[in-house]
Structures are given as C-alpha cells and as structure tokens.
C-alpha cells in the first residue's frame, strides 16, 4: 500500500515562515494528486492546496499569496511553503495523496493520508 510520512512541522512567531514536506512510500503505480489539508482545534478538515500530477494547482481563496505548494516526482514527496504565517494558520496540517497502488485491481485510485503535523504559530 501507500504510505505518507510528514515533517516540518513547528512552533514559529507571527510573521515567519514553515516549509512541510510529505513523501510517499509503497508500491506505488501511480500518483494522481497530492496536497495539504489542515484542521484546527473544534473546526472541520480544510483545504490548503493540492498539486496534481500535470503539475496544475489550487489552493484554498484565504491563502492564495502566501502558501505555496510544490512537488518533485522523482522523489514522490510535495511541500507547502508558508509564508507571513498568522496565529490563525495554527492547526494540525494532513498530507493527502490521490494513488494507484501497484496491486490496485483495475487500477483504482484511494485517497491515503498522512498522520498529520502541528503546526502552532504565536502572537
């Protein structure tokens, strides 16, 4: 199957910046998407960004400008640079990944995820 496995995650001020990185491992076949998602305390799961594999992005409205998200195929692991972090970006941050396992019968896709990192920024 498909593992991800998450780091990068932190305390850092008001003002500074984060970079997450998220690899996948396993007998893979394919990977269709990945991306980031965060929850924070007593709220839903959100989007932050995905990248699929064209190398085409979206990202949630809120943080246009100042998350980034990149992906190196070779290495099958994507980052989100955070930048101009705000107190408000404080939550655990969920590494997702759209793949095909090599064993995958007819070669279907699942969503896999990651075990999640926090992320706490300070006033």
């Known amino acids: 199957q498909v593992r991800l496995v998450e780091s990068g995650g932190g305390l850092v001020q008001a003002g500074g910046s984060l970079r997450l990185s998220c690899t996948a491992s396993g007998s893979i076949f394919s990977i269709n998407a990945m991306g980031w998602y965060r929850q924070a305390p007593g709220k839903q799961r959100e989007l932050v960004g995905r990248?699929?594999?064209?190398?085409?992005?979206n990202y949630a409205d809120s943080l246009k400008g100042r998350f980034t998200i990149s992906r190196d195929n070779a290495k099958n692991t994507v980052y989100l640079q955070m930048n101009s972090l705000k107190p408000e970006d404080t939550a655990v941050y969920y590494c997702?990944?759209?793949?095909?396992?090599?064993?995958?019968?007819?070669?279907?896709?699942?969503?896999?995820w990651g075990q999640g990192t926090q992320v706490t920024v300070s006033s």
């Open positions: 997702n990944a759209v793949a095909t396992p090599s064993d995958s019968y007819l070669l279907r896709s699942y969503d896999y």
């Open positions: 990248i699929i594999s064209g190398g085409s992005t």
